[in-house]
């Protein structure tokens, strides 16, 4: 049981460039989110998705696009990659959308933006 | 913006005592949780404390809540140079908001 997996581990880009953060799940998850983990501010959410074909902004959503197509499937997309994006990003997943729910995190993309 | 704030922010035992983390949050909340994460590694799940619990135990974990005072306080007994992580409190309402983080080393 694989959990939450997050591609690439590592990833250097310039400014301008374009990418795609992979995050799937293997526990037919309903709830799936991005959170982004800079020094000093814990983790802030970027955008969720409370099942396939739903998604929403979170707290700093600028800059990102997401979509959901499958359950198991939740890419977040960097349009034009700024030096502020430069964070370690988590994807997190949970049961359903009850918020009595735990979340299950991946072990993080970290992203330097040159 | 955060919502929890964790207290200290980094704090240094030797192995066999207690450490206590305290989270103070603004708003009011449908339960609170507590994360650990190991260096370089995901966030793993630890306890949830709904608001309408004050206490709670789960091995050598013991959380309270206080929602009068928007406090919470994760305590963990006997540690071990194994639980040398961060921990993180994390509110939920319409969403969930985490904190800064406490840094905990335990020096064997």
């Keep these: 049981n694989a959990g939450v997996t997050q591609t690439p581990k590592f990833q250097v880009l310039k400014t301008g460039q374009s990418m795609t953060l992979q995050c799937a799940q293997d526990m ?17 959410l970027i955008h969720y998705s409370v099942g396939a074909g739903i998604t929403d ?14 359950t198991e499937d939740f890419p977040l ?12 990003y988590f994807c997190a997943s949970s049961y359903s959308t009850n918020s009595n729910q735990p979340q299950h995190f991946g072990d993080g993309t970290r992203l330097s933006i040159l | 913006s955060q919502q929890g704030e964790e207290d200290p922010q980094a704090l240094s035992i030797q192995e066999g005592e207690n450490a206590t983390m305290n989270c103070s949050y603004k708003t009011s909340i449908n339960n609170l949780q507590w994360y650990r994460q190991n260096s370089g590694r995901g966030l793993v799940h630890l306890i949830l ?60």
């Design chain 1, 28 to 44: 037919n998850h309903e709830y799936m989110s991005w959170y982004r983990q800079d020094p000093g501010m814990g983790l802030r």
């Design chain 1, 57 to 70: 902004q979170g707290e700093v959503p600028n800059g990102y696009n997401v979509s959901r197509s499958t």
């Design chain 2, 49 to 108: 404390i709904r608001s309408n619990e004050r206490e709670k135990h789960s091995g050598r974990l013991r959380v309270t809540l206080d929602t009068s005072k928007k406090s919470s306080s994760l305590l963990i007994t006997a540690s071990r140079a194994a639980d040398t992580a961060s921990y993180f409190c994390a509110t939920v309402n319409n969403d969930m908001r985490f904190g800064a983080g406490t840094r905990l080393t335990v020096k064997p």
């Design chain 1, 77 to 88: 997309r960097l349009l034009s990659a700024a030096p502020s994006q430069t964070s370690v």
